[in-house]
Nanobody
Framework: QVQLVESGGGLVQAGGSLRLSCAAS????????MAWFRQAPGKERVFVAT????????SYADSVKGRFTISRDNAKNTVYLQMNSLKPEDTAVYYC???????????????WGQGTQVTVSS
């Protein structure tokens, strides 16, 4: 069982930046591919970014490409999401997810965090 705890959310003005963190409670963090998803009010949860086990491969949703950066520190059991040039439409609850089998935009990750709220004001 892996527990994921997100942090770093908050209220920011449009054009600002935030960095989300997701800490994993496992000694084998490098065995898990990681991803970030988000869910806006009244909408389904959607893929944001993913990173492979070593961090060598990343992929992004078109809506955040060039503005968001996913990274990981396997020594700290943590994955990050650096969010720049934030827009009001980025407002959502952001979730991190872990999977031992694959990385990507699929939703069937093994483990999920509880989410952190990001609100971008115009």
């Amino acid at each position: 069982q892996v527990q994921l705890v997100e942090s770093g959310g908050g209220l920011v003005q449009a054009g600002g930046s935030l960095r989300l963190s997701c800490a994993a409670s496992t000694r084998t963090f490098s065995n898990y591919a990681m991803a970030w998803f988000r869910q806006a009010p009244g909408k389904e949860r959607v893929f944001v970014a993913t990173i492979s086990w070593s961090g060598g491969v990343t992929s992004y949703a078109d809506s955040v490409k060039g503005r968001f950066t996913i990274s990981r520190d396997n020594a700290k059991n943590t994955v990050y999401l650096q969010m720049n040039s934030l827009k009001p439409e980025d407002t959502a609850v952001y979730y991190c997810a872990a999977d031992s089998k694959r990385y990507g935009a699929q939703r069937d990750y093994d483990y999920w965090g509880q989410g952190t709220q990001v609100t971008v004001s115009s």
